[in-house]
């Protein structure tokens, strides 16, 4: 069950049909401080702050853990220059 007070406005809007698709999602995934070492997999954790690729089903399951603050919708960014 998805813990959606965890989860931004943007990733609450579409974590349920991710979830159905099986699409995988960027988040920012933040973090209680020495938490680190309780997220297997999930890379380096830098001032409290994973930015992951997941499974939408591993976003849903991360956000009921206490140790996880906040989950965020990561969107794509572009150069400055790119039209």
């Not at 698709?21 to 001032?47: I, K, M, S, T, Y």
Request: charged share 20%; hydrophobic share 45%.
């Amino acid at each position: 069950m998805t813990n959606y007070r965890k989860l931004d406005a943007a990733l609450a809007g579409v974590i349920d049909g991710a979830v159905a698709a099986g699409r995988p999602l960027a988040v920012f995934v933040h973090v209680d401080p020495g938490a680190a070492g309780r997220l297997p997999g999930l890379g380096a954790v830098e001032g409290g702050i994973a930015t992951v690729t997941l499974p939408a089903e591993q976003i849903a399951e991360l956000s009921e853990q206490p140790f996880v603050r906040q989950i965020r919708l990561s969107s794509p960014l572009r150069l400055l220059d790119d039209q």
